[in-house]
């Protein structure tokens, strides 16, 4: 089965580099790695000429108009250049395990996405990451700076036998993320991919599962494989809550499947 990587991104480009960095380090490699831009500017669009001139895949750069945070819009124009049958997703601050890419592979299930978790990274390690973006990371279990909650620093622990032991459907909705999911391209098709009318922070994802589940794709929850390190960041506002909880409320009260304004549209 081919996998194609999307990174969403906007106006980080030393985060990016950090995650191209590791997406180079994997020990299987996608078929295509997209960024999806939500409206970046210059510094960004050469970082990414930078590496295509170097990757040893096809290095993409899907870019919008910055319109305000558009990430469900962005997403969709870089799926619209997946070729392969499926695809993950990451946010353009999360660095990858060296097994990312090949343990999302090894827990595909047709009829299932995969969603999974994050390590966060404190503000002092990211600070010390970024001041070399280009230099590849390891990162050692228990290590300083990586996390602060205990339950979070267990499941930062690599292990294919616990990750089958503890799979399991995905019913928390609060525990969408899409910082770390992937999916058979047939199902996003199926639901039109994410909606386009989401503007502003929150909820486009779940929104986005919500459908799935719609269409009968459970969602599985993986954890101790497919490890990703998130970046410190400062959190985005919330000011567009509560006009778009009530795009995922109606979505659940009509149980719809497949949006409007979707992927469709940037589909020739």
């Not at 295509?52 to 558009?70: C, K, M, N, T, Y």
């Not at 622990?157 to 899409?178: D, G, H, P, Q």
Request: proline share 3%.
């Amino acid at each position: 089965m081919t996998v194609d990587l999307l990174i969403t991104t906007y106006n980080r480009p030393d985060a990016l580099e950090a995650v191209l960095v590791s997406v180079l380090q994997q020990t299987q490699l996608p078929q295509r790695v997209i960024v999806a831009d939500d409206g970046s500017g210059e510094a960004t669009a050469a970082l990414v000429r930078r590496y295509q001139a170097i990757f040893p895949v096809e290095l993409l750069h899907a870019w919008q108009e910055d319109s305000g945070f558009r990430a469900a819009a962005s997403r969709n124009r870089g799926l619209a250049l997946v070729k392969s049958s499926y695809v993950i997703i990451i946010d353009g601050d999360m660095l990858l395990d060296p097994h990312f890419i090949a343990d999302h592979l090894h827990f595909a299930q047709p009829g299932h996405f995969i969603q999974g978790g994050r390590t966060m990274l404190t503000e002092e390690k990211t600070k010390a990451l970024l001041a070399h973006p280009e230099q590849p990371q390891a990162f050692r279990f228990l290590e300083p700076g990586v996390e602060f909650r205990l339950e979070k620093k267990l499941t930062a622990f690599r292990s294919l036998n616990l990750a089958k032991w503890t799979l399991k459907e995905l019913r928390n909705k609060r525990k969408v993320r899409s910082c770390n999911m992937s999916f058979y391209m047939e199902d996003v098709r199926k639901v039109n991919g994410f909606n386009n009318e989401f503007v502003g922070w929150g909820r486009e994802d779940s929104e986005f599962v919500e459908r799935l589940n719609h269409a009968g794709v459970k969602g599985n929850l993986l954890k101790f494989a497919a490890l990703g390190y998130h970046l410190y960041h400062k959190e985005e506002t919330r000011a567009a809550l509560p006009q778009n909880d009530k795009l995922l409320q109606n979505t659940i009260d009509q149980r719809l499947v497949a949006c409007k304004h979707g992927l469709a549209d940037f589909l020739n």
